[in-house]
């Protein structure tokens, strides 16, 4: 089942500008977090939140997260060309395992 | 071992054949996970372990797909008589405890049916 959906499907941005990629999930949550994928390969956890939480920064990352519309953000400020891959959001789902949204595909041009 | 340490990277196989694939966890994670990813899509849940006890089987997609996991730490992920539609990248996750943790993922394996 598909848990987390991303919002856009792609985005191509300038190096300098902030990225913007919106999450949307169905079921309560303990948790949600996001990930950086890279060549299609493994994966890279960036950042959890915890749904008593509302926003949580981690470098030039913020997500911020709404239980009551069942949905998060991660905002990426000051982007850079090695930013390019793909951001998926993952929630918990009964407490053991992540169902994993299909992903946004980040571009960013220098 | 520092990462999640999956092999082999890359497996070519005929149609028919059965493949096995590997994952050595981070020493200590008692939790692991194996998801599959089909081209441009995202991440599908198989099966995770709790030690070697396998709760949650529930996405594996067909009986030709099993797995098991011992010592507490190294897992295989077995696929019977390969179709051309068990293409894909196989990844396996691991992490300290079951709950709200962040998982590690290894760089996966990518199947080709032939």
């Known amino acids: 089942s598909q848990q987390g959906e991303e919002d856009p499907q792609a985005l191509s941005i300038q190096e300098g500008e902030n990225a913007t990629m919106n999450c949307s999930y169905k079921t309560s949550i303990n948790n949600l977090q996001w990930y950086r994928q890279n060549s299609g390969r493994g994966l890279v956890h960036l950042i959890l939140i915890r749904s008593n939480e509302r926003e949580k920064h981690s470098g030039r990352l913020r997500v911020t997260l709404d239980t009551s519309k069942k949905s998060s953000s991660l905002l990426i400020t000051a982007s850079r060309a090695a930013d390019t891959a793909s951001y998926f959001c993952a929630t918990d789902e009964n407490g053991n395992k992540l169902v994993f949204g299909a992903g946004t595909i980040l571009r960013v041009k220098s | 071992g520092a990462g999640v340490s999956q092999s082999p990277s890359n497996k070519v196989t005929e149609k028919g054949k059965d493949v096995e694939l590997r994952c050595d966890p981070i020493s200590g994670h008692t939790a692991l996970y194996w998801y599959r990813q089909s081209l441009g899509q995202g991440l599908e849940f198989l099966i995770y372990?709790?030690?070697?006890?396998?709760?949650?089987k529930s996405g594996l997609p067909s009986d030709r797909f099993s797995a098991e996991r011992t010592g507490g730490s190294v897992s295989t992920l077995t696929i019977q008589r390969t179709q051309q539609e068990d293409s894909a990248v196989y990844l396996c996750?691991?992490?300290?405890?079951?709950?709200?943790?962040?998982?590690?993922f290894g760089s996966g394996t990518r199947l080709t049916v032939v």
């Open positions: 372990f709790q030690g070697n006890s396998a709760p949650d």
């Open positions: 996750a691991s992490s300290l405890v079951q709950g709200p943790y962040g998982y590690t």
